[in-house]
């Protein structure tokens, strides 16, 4: 089983900065993609950065140039420095994960979310 932890949500003003973590645990042979999601309110889960199977990074135009997406391969962990907040960036943000197990090809796998909320 493949478990993806995600920490670092919470409160900003706008402006601000907050860093997201989502650390992938479990009986993991490779991860072959993974990175971050969000859904406000009402709306659909949206991708927001994501490293590519390739290892070719994916951002949304909605926060290129604000948001960073980083891996430490060794941790199996993924990050997201999320700058310039802006308050239609609140959402719940998802990690996401196609993992590699000793038994399944192409796992996908979600997190719980972490909720971040930009204020005016």
């Known amino acids: 089983q493949v478990q993806l932890e995600e920490s670092g949500g919470g409160l900003v003003q706008a402006g601000g900065s907050l860093r997201l973590s989502c650390a992938a645990s479990?009986?993991?042979?490779?991860?072959?993609?993974m990175g971050w999601y969000q859904q406000a309110p009402g709306k659909r889960r949206d991708l927001v950065a994501t490293?590519?199977?390739?290892?070719?990074?994916n951002y949304a135009d909605s926060v290129k140039g604000r948001f960073t997406i980083t891996r430490d391969n060794a941790k199996n962990t993924v990050y997201l420095q999320m700058n310039s907040l802006k308050p239609e960036d609140t959402a719940v943000y998802y990690c996401?994960?196609?993992?590699?197990?000793?038994?399944?090809?192409?796992?996908?796998?979600w997190g719980k979310g972490t909720l971040v909320t930009v204020s005016s």
């Open positions: 996401n994960a196609e993992v590699t197990t000793p038994n399944h090809y192409g796992m996908n796998v």
């Open positions: 479990g009986s993991i042979f490779s991860i072959n993609a």
């Open positions: 490293f590519n199977s390739g290892g070719s990074i």
